[in-house]
């Protein structure tokens, strides 16, 4: 069974705490995602690599970094967590040349609260 | 304005109806895609359009092209169809955006027994 499996489920951090999102995937995809879902507004994308080492911004970077340094995994990066960056955080993968949502491979998300 | 929207936000109905969640675009697409969010977040993908009709089980999606318009009907609800169901539609293959889905807000559905 392909899985992508985020690190955490839950997670409670303070505000100006460095956060670490981890997503491993086990299909040997070169495309992977990091979203957040908030109510009303759908899931937006953060950052996207399509590669090792590969990194391209999406709608809403700003406050997060991400880092690829193995295929199998992508790490987001809230690099002093703000209380307007809880939210739920869902990670994804697809192979190359398709499009995320032919295949679809979320993780479970990980549900974050900044205090 | 978002650029996809859904209707309804919320829908409840009784087992055995027949649902309709709608969703409309405002932007060139090169494909439509319908997802399914179950309670604790997971989400797997139901149906990839293009054009015309797809089918699985008690699943039906459309879509009309011309009308930037698709529909997903669930045939004899059933409480394990209650979930939040998503559009999202793909950029044209050449803006180089095809990864970049642009989703709706969802439709959360709650079929009772």
């Known amino acids: 069974d392909v899985k992508v499996t985020q690190s955490s489920r839950y997670l409670v951090k303070r505000t100006g705490e460095k956060v670490f999102l981890e997503c491993v995937q086990d299909?040997?995809?070169?495309?992977m995602f990091w979203y957040r879902q908030d109510p009303g507004l759908g899931l937006r994308l953060i950052y996207f690599?399509?590669?090792?080492?590969?990194?391209e911004k999406g709608d809403i970077p700003e406050g997060y970094s991400v880092s690829r340094e193995k295929k199998e995994r992508f790490s987001l990066i809230l690099e002093s967590a703000s209380t307007n960056q809880t939210s739920m955080y869902l990670c994804?993968?697809?192979?190359?040349?398709?499009?995320?949502?032919?295949?679809?491979?979320f993780g479970q998300g990980t549900r974050l609260t900044v205090v | 304005k978002n650029e996809v929207e859904q209707s309804p936000q919320n829908l409840t109905a009784q087992e055995g109806e027949f649902i309709t969640i709608n969703c409309s675009y405002s932007?060139?697409?090169?494909?439509l895609h319908w997802l399914q969010q179950h309670p604790g977040g997971g989400i797997v993908s139901l149906f990839m359009?293009?054009?015309g009709k797809k089918k699985h089980g008690r699943l039906i999606a459309t879509i009309n092209i011309q009308e930037k318009h698709s529909s997903l009907h669930i045939t004899a609800s059933h409480p394990r169809d209650s979930a939040v169901y998503i559009c999202?539609?793909?950029?044209?293959?050449?803006?180089?955006?095809?990864?970049?889905?642009?989703f709706g807000a969802g439709t959360r559905l709650a079929v009772h027994p």
């Open positions: 994804a993968s697809s192979s190359l040349g398709t499009t995320i949502g032919e295949e679809a491979f």
């Open positions: 690599s399509y590669d090792v080492k590969m990194k």
């Open positions: 932007v060139g697409i090169s494909a």
């Open positions: 299909m040997d995809h070169e495309n």
């Open positions: 359009l293009s054009s």
């Open positions: 999202a539609v793909a950029p044209p293959l050449f803006s180089g955006g095809y990864n970049k889905l642009i």
